[in-house]
């Protein structure tokens, strides 16, 4: 095969999206995993949460709110896209308030970026972004683990656009820590004070100067309850070339979600774990993790789990005690009312009631 020959079938496969190896370091580019939630409203305070889309969460400071939903409405290719709506402006701001959009990464997870070394690597990030109406944003790479941020301004129209931004490498900042613990960020700045935008913008340049962190020209977010973002197909990628976006299965989305948060129950008498009573009103209960957390997890327990053992004898739980969790699974106390059957084997469900109940495990970064 010719040069030309190798060359055109290379762009054969760009165009066709056949490229292999996993390019994408982002869980959830296309927003198709929702464990939580498809939609959550009053989202904002002072606070960083996770109210919907897997593995996207928010550090807010300000008093807007917004409305957050998993939207079928993504540019061709893309079955879903995250959708924030304004429901209460905020045209007041004072210096520190900050509405980010981020996911976050571990430390094991870049070390391929080589950063603090002379071969630092570049990175390209691309997503598809609409909104109501015009509006700037601010995108940020950011080392949790030294503080330095690159950042570069983005346009938003009223028609799905794909977004391209290429970062240097940062050879004058610190090596990351091979571990799980949290190292970089990558956010999308959607409203900010003057203690983020005080200073010039230093466009694509390292710095760990806090009021350089936002471009000249952001548009805030909160400034009608008009405004709406629209985004999807976010994919980060090593090197200056921003290749068509990965997409993975759900199966294999779902698990990558599920190292960070996992959810059981939620729906009518849904297996969460087995038991085994200890006395009529109280259990031990065993939930093994359906993936390997990233850390030892948060449990949250609701009271409308269950236990039974036959069909008419369900109570639900009271409380929990002796919790024991690891990175593979919890073991646990639950106490009850009588189910008069104690030193036998239950059942532990989510209940048919209207809320149901869920336990989740909360490993995020």
Partial sequence: MTKAAELAKMGEVLTNSQIGGRRNIIINGAMNIAQRATSATGVGGTNEEYPTIDRFNFTTTSAGRFTMTQTADGPTGFANC??????????????????????????????????????????????????????????????????????KTFNVTTDWTRVIITFTGDTGGSAVDDDNTHAFTL???????????????????WHATNNLRIGDGQTSFFDSTDRTFF???????????????????????????????ETFGGTAYQPVGM????SGTRDRVNVPFKVQKRAAPTLTVSTDLIISYRVGYDQNITGTADLNISINGAHFAVDHADVGAAARPHFFNSDASSSFGTLTADAEL
């Avoid at 308030?97 to 002379?118: N, R």
């Avoid at 570049?122 to 944003?137: C, D, L, Q, R």
């Fill in 275 to 278: 038991a085994i009573g200890t």
């Fill in 82 to 151: 995250m959708k924030l709506d304004c429901t209460t402006a905020d045209t007041s701001i004072s210096a520190s308030e900050a509405l980010i959009l981020q996911t976050k990464f571990e430390g094991q997870d870049v070390q391929q970026l080589m950063y603090g070394s002379s071969s630092a690597q570049p990175v390209t990030v691309s997503f598809y972004v609409k909104g109501n109406a015009n509006a700037t944003y601010t995108l940020e790479w950011r080392n949790e683990e030294d503080g330095r941020n690159i950042g």
């Fill in 187 to 205: 956010g999308i700045w959607l409203h900010g004070g003057t203690t983020f935008s005080g200073g010039t913008f230093a466009e694509n340049t």
């Fill in 231 to 261: 985004i999807t197909g976010v994919q980060l990628e090593v090197g200056s070339v921003a290749t068509p976006f990965e997409h993975r299965s759900f199966g294999e989305e779902l698990l990558l979600c599920q190292r960070y948060f």
